[in-house]
């Protein structure tokens, strides 16, 4: 059963970095896709950036608003999964949700999320 818990949220002012995290547990980690996603008040929830396993290329992806500022990490060995956020805009305020899935399987799940609030 796959568990997943985050950490690291709060609040910040413009401009500044947080760094969040995801433990996860009950499942073979390495052989997930491991994503971050976040939903904005009053919004649908969005992709934010994504690790893929290793034997499905191992690839990072982000969505276009964070790129150069949001990084994504990934310790197998650990279980954990990161979120490096730096330069921080209120639009980035937001409840992030850790995700893992096997594409296709109908295996995976999510984390009960964490909220960041940009605001000066």
């Known amino acids: 059963q796959v568990r997943l818990v985050e950490s690291g949220g709060g609040l910040v002012q413009p401009g500044g970095s947080l760094r969040l995290s995801c433990a996860g547990s009950?499942?073979?980690?390495?052989?997930?896709?491991m994503s971050w996603y976040r939903q904005p008040p009053g919004m649908e929830r969005e992709m934010v950036a994504t690790?893929?396993?290793?034997?499905?290329?191992?690839?990072?992806l982000y969505t276009d608003s964070v790129k150069g500022r949001f990084t994504i990490s990934r310790d197998n060995s650990k279980q954990m999964l990161y979120l490096q956020m730096d330069n921080l805009k209120p639009e980035d305020t937001a409840v992030y949700y850790c995700?893992?899935?096997?594409?296709?399987?109908?295996?995976?799940?999510w984390g009960q999320g964490t909220q960041v609030t940009v605001s000066s």
């Open positions: 995700h893992a899935e096997v594409p296709r399987s109908g295996l995976g799940g």
């Open positions: 009950g499942f073979t980690f390495r052989g997930y896709d």
């Open positions: 690790a893929t396993s290793r034997n499905r290329g191992g690839t990072v």
